[in-house]
């Protein structure tokens, strides 16, 4: 297990997130946002609970490699198998030195676009296997992988997120919403 950096991280909320070596703080989510994900973390949490761990807004630290600076992000929702996380001890669960399995991240208003491509590609390069990017405004789910293009699903039927997890998308996105 690696030692966690001490980052200097403020613990508020909204959180702070540091990425290339910028501290930057997390846009303060709305009614939608939070909807989103209070779903995905149920769906989540119904196919993983026997797999991993599943969180919301659960801080993942990436020790410097070849480098690049360390950083922390905080995705909307995280499952990490249990393969990965080490059993022992309870610190490795709590403030993993590893990038979970699945991130989701859910888009604001406020996001960048370049924020978001950034993170994305920080979590692929830690190895995330799956960043799942929820866009509320065009009610698309976009599925980023490493050495594949970004797969993106909108409109009614169900989606692939990872091995037997499918994700409706009339669930997330209902008319009446």
């Known amino acids: 297990m690696q030692t966690i950096p001490d980052l200097a991280i403020p613990e ?10 910028i501290l930057r703080q997390k846009v303060s989510p709305q009614y939608t946002h939070a909807r989103l994900q209070s779903v995905l973390a149920t769906i989540l ?14 801080r993942f630290y990436f020790i410097e490699r070849g480098g690049a600076p360390s950083s922390s992000l905080v995705p909307d929702v995280a499952f990490l ?18 990038a979970p399995d699945i991130a989701v991240e859910i888009l604001s208003p406020d ?26 405004q065009t009610t ?6 490493s050495n594949r293009e970004p797969r993106v699903f909108s409109g009614t039927g169900s989606v692939d997120v990872f091995d037997d997890l499918r994700v409706d998308l009339g669930t997330l996105f209902p008319p009446d919403a």
């Open 111 to 136: 996001d960048r676009a370049g924020d978001i491509a950034e993170k994305i590609a920080l979590y692929l390069a830690y190895e995330t296997l799956r960043v799942v990017v929820v866009d509320p």
């Open 140 to 145: 698309s789910i976009t599925i980023h992988e």
């Open 81 to 98: 198998s249990f393969a990965r996380l080490p059993k022992l001890p309870k610190e490795a669960a709590e403030r993993p030195t590893i």
């Open 12 to 21: 508020i909320k909204p959180a702070f997130e540091l990425y290339r070596g």
């Open 45 to 58: 949490s119904a196919w993983g609970a026997q797999r991993g761990r599943i969180g919301t807004e659960w």
